[in-house]
Structures are given as C-alpha cells and as structure tokens.
C-alpha cells in the first residue's frame, strides 16, 4: 500500500530552477533509502539522485553539482532541488522507494515502489 506522488514540475528556461516534491505514504521515508529517476520519450531510464538510510546522497554525473536531493521524515516527504537546468533535464521525473524485491537496482538502493511522475521541460 505504498504510494508516492511527485509534484513540482513545470516549464522553464535554461539556467531556471525548479524544486520538485515527493510525498509518501504508507511507508517511513527515513527507514530505507530513496531516489529520483527520469526519463526523456524515446530514451531509457536513468538514476538522477539517490539519498541513503543513513543520509549520505549519490548523484549521477550529469546533474552533480546541480542538483540536490533531500527528505523531511517528519513530513515524510522526499525533494529535489534542481538549480541551473538544462535543455537535457527535460523529462518525466519519477520519485521510487526501496522494496524488498529490488527489481531496480541503482547506487546501492534497490527500489520497488514508483509514483506516476511530474514533467519537467526546460526550454533553451
């Protein structure tokens, strides 16, 4: 009975920010690890952010320095900070949780569990 939704996204320009919103239920965000996916249509799927049990975050390289996530346990919520955005960023972002399956498996967290996504477009 997990479930996650996004929130946040939108269009902007390049060199905007956006700061996107995942809010869980049904699940202890602070009790495994967390991340933020994407994907672009006709692409396949990639790792963005990854933020582990005990804190520590992962990124991939193309959004390093740009991008942050973060989590508030208390409202049980996961966020992605997205500062200086690029033409490249635009896609589907989808928030995912660990699951005990790991049928997707991405900077040492195994994920089960994915919202419905938020559009992100960043026009140049």
């Known amino acids: 009975q997990v479930q996650l939704v996004e929130s946040g996204g939108g269009s902007v320009q390049a060199g905007g920010s956006l700061r996107l919103f995942c809010a869980a239920s049904?699940?202890?965000?602070?009790?495994?690890?967390m991340g933020w996916f994407r994907q672009a249509p006709g692409k396949e799927r990639e790792g963005v952010a990854v933020?582990?049990?005990?804190?520590?975050?992962r990124y991939a390289d193309s959004v390093k320095g740009r991008f942050t996530i973060s989590r508030d346990n208390a409202k049980n919520t996961l966020y992605l900070q997205m500062n200086s955005l690029k033409p490249e960023d635009t896609a589907m972002y989808y928030c995912?949780?660990?699951?005990?399956?790991?049928?997707?498996?991405?900077?040492?967290?195994?994920?089960?569990?994915w919202g419905q996504g938020t559009q992100v477009a960043v026009s140049s």
């Open positions: 933020i582990s049990r005990d804190g520590s975050t």
């Open positions: 049904g699940y202890s965000s602070s009790s495994h690890c």
């Open positions: 995912a949780a660990f699951g005990i399956y790991g049928r997707t498996f991405w900077m040492d967290c195994q994920f089960d569990y």
